[in-house]
T-cell receptor, first 113, second 114 residues
């Protein structure tokens, strides 16, 4: 089945230790998004790609970076995780038309010790 | 500019009772509207969407929603709640002007009592 895959599902890191989360998709969608979701809150958009064009949200901390080496893969790098970065990180894709829904991966739950 | 308001952060119903989750939107152009469901420790899954065809939209798991332009609403309903419907529900709006960045509501947690 076509889908959005996120690895790992659970990630534990130490305060200040860099971490990379990965996302892959078999839908061949143009657009990939990274969201941060904290408990009982809506997903918060960090950034998105339209093909290789990178778009950063204005309030995304510099501590968060992203790479999209090809259509299928996208990575979220957290350079120096703080306690406040503990959250669920969701990857999503869409075909780039506003009437099309987003397809979400299962998420990576990040714990910072 | 677009925005979404979900009234009620928590809705509690008994099993078998009607489910009604409210969503009001604001959009400067005709909107596209979506309802997503999120189960614990999972990503969001599309329940249904409105894209300017029929105003009454049927989705998965017995849910439906009606687009009412005059009320700027897109409320989600289900005639009879099941225990398995307990989850977080998010309403989202995209505008027909071409933006593919949807705006999400804050979410409503549906609690189903036996």
């Amino acid at each position: 089945d076509a889908m959005v895959i996120q690895n790992p599902r659970y990630q534990v890191t130490q305060f200040g230790k860099p971490v990379t989360l990965s996302c892959s998709q078999t839908l061949n969608h143009n657009v990939m998004y990274w969201y941060q979701q904290k408990s009982s809150q809506a997903p918060k958009l960090l950034f998105h790609y339209y093909d290789k064009d990178f778009n950063n949200e204005a309030d995304t901390p510099d501590n968060f970076q992203s790479r999209r080496p090809n259509t299928s893969f996208c990575f979220l790098d957290i350079r120096s995780p703080g306690l406040g970065d503990a959250a669920m990180y969701l990857c999503a894709t869409t075909s780039g038309s506003s009437y099309n829904e987003q397809f979400f991966g299962p998420g990576t739950r990040l714990t910072v010790l | 500019a677009q925005s979404v308001t979900q009234l009620g952060s928590h809705v509690s119903v008994s099993e078998g009772a009607l489910v009604l989750l409210r969503c009001n939107y604001s959009s400067s152009v005709p909107p596209y509207l979506f309802w997503y469901v999120q189960y614990p420790n999972q990503g969001l899954q599309l329940l249904l969407k409105y894209t300017s065809a029929a105003t009454l939209v049927k989705g998965i798991n017995g849910f439906e929603a009606e687009f009412k332009k005059s009320e700027t609403s897109f409320h989600l309903t289900k005639p009879s709640a099941h225990m398995s419907d307990a989850a977080e529900y998010f309403c989202a709006v995209s505008d027909s002007g071409g933006s593919y960045i949807p705006t999400f509501g804050r979410g409503t947690s549906l609690i189903v009592h036996p």
